[in-house]
Every structure is written in C-alpha cells, then in structure tokens.
C-alpha cells in the first residue's frame, strides 16, 4: 500500500487494511493472530500525515465487542513511498489482560499512575539477521499520565519473578523543564532531589539546560514495594565547564533505589556523558558527581604523546584511558605502547606511558616497565628531562656481578672489580641522557666481606659515564664497621676507579682521638687479638685508614691494610685471608 493511498483512505475518517495488502508474511500473521481477522477497521480517524499516525477506535474481539482507543504508527520502506506495517497500540478494558496477549494482571501498576492498561502490537517486517524466536508480537503496556506533556505516556510492562519492569523510549526527545521533573515519572517520586548531585559552581550551568528525556525503565516489586530505575536525560549541546575545558553531547544516566532513600543522596545516583576537549585533546567521557572526576579514551593519543617527545610519538600505542579532574582541569592518560623500545639506550619491555597536565601543569610523560637483568625481570620506570629520557629503577637483594655484567652490555663498562662479591640491597639505579653521552648511577647497601671472617656494612654509591672517550666507572660510599662492646664507626669509602679495580679505600678521622685498642677492635678477631689486655694507655688514634684488595684472578691472596694515625706515630696491621 503506497503512503499516498493511506492518506486518501484515513481522509474519510474511517480506515479499513487488509491483512493481503501488506507483502511481508509475519505482518499478515500478526494481524491475523492477535486481531482475530483478517482486517483491521479504524474509525473515527484523525490522521497525521507527517508522522504517519493514524488515532481513532478499533475492535478486537479478545478485548471485547466494543470499539477501544487505538492509535496505529506505520513504518515505510527505504524510499518512504510504501508502508510495510504498523505498530497498533489498542487500549484494554481490563487490567488483567486476556489471550492471545501476554497473560499479565496489570492492576498493581496503578499504584504507580497507571491510568489504562493497553497492548501493543508489532505487524512490522522482520529485520534482517532477526530469528523468529526473537520477535515479540505482542507486548502489554500502560499509559500514565505525566505532567507537561500532552498525553498520557506508554510504557511497556512485563512480570519476571513478581517484578514488573516498566519502559519507555524517547528517539526523538520529550522535553522536561527542568531536571527536577523526572520526579513526575511513575515511581520517581522524590527525584526532584537530583539537582544537589550537582556542584554549586555547575548550578548555572543546570539551570541553562533543556532537559530532554530519552529513555525511562523502572523496576517494582509490589510485595515490598522497592523501585529501581534508570533514566537517560539529554542536558546540553555544549557547556563551558572551565575556561579551555568544554564538555559537549551532556547527558545525565539517573540511577534510583528506594531501598536507600535514607543515605545523603536519597537513593540517587548521577553520572554525566559527553564528549570534553580541553589543551586540545578530545575523549569521550563519562563524569560522575558529585566528585567531577571525568574518565574515557582518548582520541588522537599519538598526537599527545609526540607533543612531549617526537620520538615517543613515533612509537604505536594501545588504547589510552583518559582521567580529568573538572574541578581544575588536570588530567591524566594512560596507555600501552606496542612493542618494546629504549629509553636512554636501554630496552625496555612491557612499556605503559602516562601523560599528565592541563590546568597550570606543564606536560609531563612517564613511562613504566620491564628491564631483563640476569635471569630476573625488574619493574622500571622513565621519565622525560630537558636532555632526553631518564630510566629508574627500585629493587630489593641483587648481586653486583649480575648488575655489572647488564652495565657492561648497556653502557659499555662494568662497574669496579672490587664490588663484585657483594650483594646489593635497597637498590636504586638510574640510567640518564646527558650532552656529551649517558650516566649510570646506583645506590644500595651491602654487607662487605672482610678478611678473617670480619665484616661491615656499607652505603655505595657507583656511576659510570660515557661520552667521546672509553666510558669512566667509579664509586664510592660509607663503610660502617662495629665492635662487640664498640659504637659504630663509619669511614669514607672510595673505590679504586675502572671496571678492573680490586681495591678499595676507607678512612676515619677523629682530632679528638680515641685510645688505639678501642679504635682497632672492629677489625680484629674476637679472641687471639695482639691488643687483648693493653691497657687503655697506648697512644691515642686521630685517623685511621683501611685498604682493601680483593683476591685477584690469578688466586693472590687478597688483604686488608689497616693503619692508624697517632700525633707522633702511625701502626700498620695488615690481616690476609
């Protein structure tokens, strides 16, 4: 039937469609099942040719012999010059409704504003894809009577488990006029409460906005009378939220419990859509309130992040979740790169990039991942410097063999010989860009072995640096050394530079002397000691020196030097392993 042939025939005010009119079988049979015949009479017509609706009064006879108020919305073809079906919607006379339609008493919604129950009617043709399962030709449904609008709205109903859930779409928009009249809609009495979700600084903006409501579901359990909702509310075409930050496409998702009527929101919760371009960045977000904190992913990421660095930049990127605090415009990104990549001459695994900014903040980018040192995999972390990427590193309990064997294949030296032995712990590390080459520097402590089973524990700091000539390796520290009935004694360490040094210096000054049993105690054995009963009326030390040799490659014995430093004489004790 052409669009232009119905129009003709509802001019008359009565409407008369046969079910063979319709090409498609499951409009046919839909007409045929739920109507009882083969036709379908309107009278009383008041037709609308621009939104295709037909409104008058139709009979069905499992509703009765009386004509009901129908209204019968027809769907067209891709060209719009044919009407393939209709949706009829025929108000019940009962409120428990017969077959062939859902077999639902409908009575316990008027405790809501139910004010009639009605059926509806889908003589549409199937979509492609559509299983036949799928389709629900009929459904039950009750109009209810909002103010502001100028009829009564539909909303579909259906029973599951003693719940019935109530819902109703908007495609094109009903307009509310304000966000406080959600609480007109059945069950959402109270809502009008939703506005103090709002910040007091977004009040003006609330109050600038054209609410349009676009789609409504509400649960109730007659039995105990609890209601849950969700209402999709279109605010905005743009709102200026701060200068620079724009949120545009704002719609409000409005959340309802009655069972938690009595906490600070009354049972309500809001969160905000829309789309926020602020420093030039564009993501799709949601904000939840009252916190305005805005999350989503951003687009455009690559654009971001050579921004900060053309050669971060270049680098793929997986998805970016995006973080905005809208009450002062920072944010945060967030994202995977694809692949590995270095970060000041080391590569590094597994890498994840956060960028922060906006508001005062200038753009920051911080990289997080995976360095293979040895047989062990280590957490790192990068950071952008005017002179290029800098790489971070915190770990507990590694040997300094392992370390130095990774600065030997990353930065072209080992560290010192003489720190092989020792096994680092509460160990930071750094690898930086520099003008003229890359620094490594490390901090850690350590447990020193000395000769004759003594030992002592040690704060080292080691770096090696690299530039137009052979890359420098050094380091130096605190030594700590103590005795049984001794205060600690802590000496300046220097390690003998270059990565085949075995030697080791530490030194000790007190100008106001201590006796020299009681300064030598820490470095000799327990029993046997050459001092053991002297009186405390030997010379008194100002400065002691230790020299330290580990044992060499080819199996020297290594030693320990110790001199001590009185005003007038100097005692050298040299202890071997």
């Not at 006029?177 to 506005?195: E, I, K």
């Not at 922060?356 to 991942?369: K, S």
């Not at 507990?396 to 370390?403: F, I, K, Q, S, T």
């Not at 052979?470 to 270059?498: H, N």
Request: with cysteine; glycine share 10%.
């Amino acid at each position: 039937m052409s669009v232009a042939e119905l129009a003709e025939r509802a001019g008359s005010r009565s409407l008369l469609l046969k079910a063979e009119e319709f090409d498609d079988t499951a409009v046919r049979e839909v007409l045929a099942t739920h109507l009882g015949a083969s036709e379908l009479a309107l009278t009383d017509v008041e037709y609308d040719a621009a939104s295709l609706t037909a409104r008058g009064r139709c009979a069905v006879p499992s509703l009765g012999p009386e004509p009901r108020p129908a209204v019968a919305e027809f769907l067209t073809d891709a060209s719009g010059t044919t009407a393939v079906g209709l949706v009829l919607i025929v108000e019940a006379p009962e409120w428990r409704l017969p077959e062939p339609f859902p077999a639902l008493d409908l009575g316990p919604l008027e405790a809501l504003g139910a004010q009639a129950p009605v059926i509806v009617l889908n003589a549409t043709p199937e979509p492609d894809g559509e299983a036949e399962r799928d389709r629900v030709p009929a459904v039950a449904g009750v109009r209810c009577a909002v103010p502001g609008t100028e009829e009564p709205l539909l909303f579909l109903a259906s029973l599951h488990e003693g719940a019935y859930t109530l819902s109703a779409r908007f495609p094109d928009g009903l307009s509310l006029p304000s966000l406080r009249y959600v609480s007109d809609l059945p069950g959402w009495t109270g809502a009008d409460t939703v506005t103090e979700h709002f910040p007091a600084h977004w009040q003006g903006l609330l109050a600038s906005a054209l609410p349009s409501l676009r789609d409504v579901t509400l649960s109730y359990a007659p039995g105990d009378g609890r209601m849950t909702g969700d209402i999709l509310v279109g605010l905005a075409d743009e709102w200026p939220v701060l200068e620079g930050v724009t949120l545009s496409r704002v719609t409000a998702r409005i959340t309802m419990d009655s069972a938690a009527r009595h906490d600070a929101w009354a049972g309500l919760s809001v969160e905000l859509s829309g789309h926020l371009a602020l420093a030039g960045l564009e993501s799709t977000v949601t904000v939840a309130l009252p916190s305005l904190t805005a999350h989503g992913e951003l687009a455009a990421g690559k654009e971001l992040l050579g921004g900060i660095a053309s050669d971060l930049g270049e680098h793929g990127t997986g998805r970016l979740s995006f973080l905005c605090d809208l009450r002062e415009g920072t944010f945060l990104a967030a994202g995977q790169l694809l692949g590995p990549w270095e970060i000041a001459g080391v590569r590094i695994e597994d890498q994840a990039v956060m960028v922060t900014g906006g508001g005062d903040r200038a753009l920051e980018a911080t990289l997080a991942g995976t360095l293979v040192l040895g047989g062990t995999r280590i957490g790192v972390r990068g950071n952008r410097t005017a002179q290029g990427w800098g790489l971070t590193v915190e770990m507990d309990h590694l040997a300094v063999g392992d370390l130095s064997a990774w600065a030997e294949q990353a930065m072209g030296s080992r560290l010192p010989a003489a720190l092989d032995e020792l096994t680092l712990e509460n160990l930071y590390f750094e690898v930086a860009s520099a003008s003229a080459g890359r620094t490594f520097a490390m901090e850690g402590s350590a447990e020193f072995p000395l000769p004759a089973g003594l030992h002592a524990g040690a704060h080292l700091a080691a770096q090696i640096t690299t530039g137009d000539g052979a890359p420098e390796a050094e380091a130096t520290g605190t030594l700590v050394l103590s005795g049984p009935d001794t205060s600690l004694m802590e000496l300046d360490l220097v390690v003998d530079k270059g990565p085949d040094a075995t030697s080791w210096t530490a030194t000790w000054a007190a100008p106001e002397g201590v006796p020299l049993g009681q300064a030598v105690a820490p470095f000799l054995p327990a029993t046997g000691s050459p001092l053991s009963g002297l009186p405390d009326l030997l010379p008194t030390v100002e400065k002691i020196s230790l020299r330290h040799t580990g044992r060499a490659a080819d199996g020297t014995t290594g030693s320990l030097v110790l001199t001590a430093d009185t005003r007038k004489a100097r005692a050298v004790l040299v202890v071997t392993d």
